[in-house]
């Protein structure tokens, strides 16, 4: 089956422009949740939707924002880009969210803010 | 947040048995034992997962204390394809870890041919 596919791999904006990135989950998944990786602070949770309701947020400030679709498709966009804010942006889906199911996630898009 | 402490790093050679080892003293009755891992250049992998009793599957073995302050990752044959970082990560349904996984440092495996 196919798994979790974000788009686009690769991005590169400009310091105060914004940003969408998308998550299509595994098939029959219901949770999507959404990572930030740095060299400097490893992976943080940004927040995590099931069911088209934000359940979990991260302590990031509110120029990170989410939003889940029907399907489950997941987009996070991040609007008035900062230099901190190039990092992989990893996306991970699950059945259900809870804690006896694993999360599979997709390959990141990696974002470069100049 | 519930914590867990790993090695920074380990190392073994190519086909050997590999044991990465985690402690999770303040571990709750409800909270179950993760594994990841994070090959260079992608996202985290699941590994295994585990509440009490061990448990195998096609990647990994969890062995699991009796009074789940600790835990153990076995690698049966270690090979170069397993060299990444692992995380061991402890979850439940409740409140802040509910949808999320705290990832720490993780344990840098290095396999040698």
């Known amino acids: 089956k196919a798994g979790v596919t974000q788009t686009p791999r690769y991005l590169i904006k400009t310091r105060g422009q914004q940003v969408t990135l998308s998550c299509s989950p595994i098939?029959?998944?219901?949770?999507v949740s959404w990572y930030q990786q740095t060299p400097g602070q490893g992976l943080q949770f940004l927040f995590e939707?099931?069911?088209?309701?934000?359940?979990n947020k991260g302590n990031f400030p509110g120029r990170f924002s989410g939003r889940q679709f029907s399907n489950s498709r997941s987009e996070m966009n991040v609007s008035t880009l900062e230099l901190g804010d190039s990092a992989l942006y990893l996306c991970a889906s699950s059945l259900g969210g809870q804690s006896n199911y694993g999360y599979t996630f997709g390959s990141g898009t990696r974002l470069t803010v100049v | 947040d519930a914590k867990t402490t790993q090695p920074n790093s380990m190392e073994s050679n190519e086909e050997e048995p590999v044991h990465l080892p985690c402690n999770h003293s303040?571990?709750?009755?409800?909270?179950?034992i993760h594994w990841y891992r994070q090959l260079p250049s992608q996202g985290p992998e699941y590994v295994i997962h585990g509440l009490t009793s061990n448990v195998n599957n096609r990647m990994a073995s969890l062995a699991i204390a009796e009074d789940r302050k600790s835990s153990t990752l076995i690698l049966h044959r270690a090979t170069l394809r397993d060299a990444a970082v692992y995380y061991c990560i402890l979850r439940d349904d409740r409140g802040s870890t509910l949808g999320r996984l705290y990832f720490g440092r993780g344990t840098q495996l290095t396999v040698w041919p």
């Open positions: 303040t571990i709750s009755g409800t909270d179950y």
């Open positions: 939707y099931f069911s088209e309701t934000q359940r």
């Open positions: 098939s029959g998944h219901r949770s």
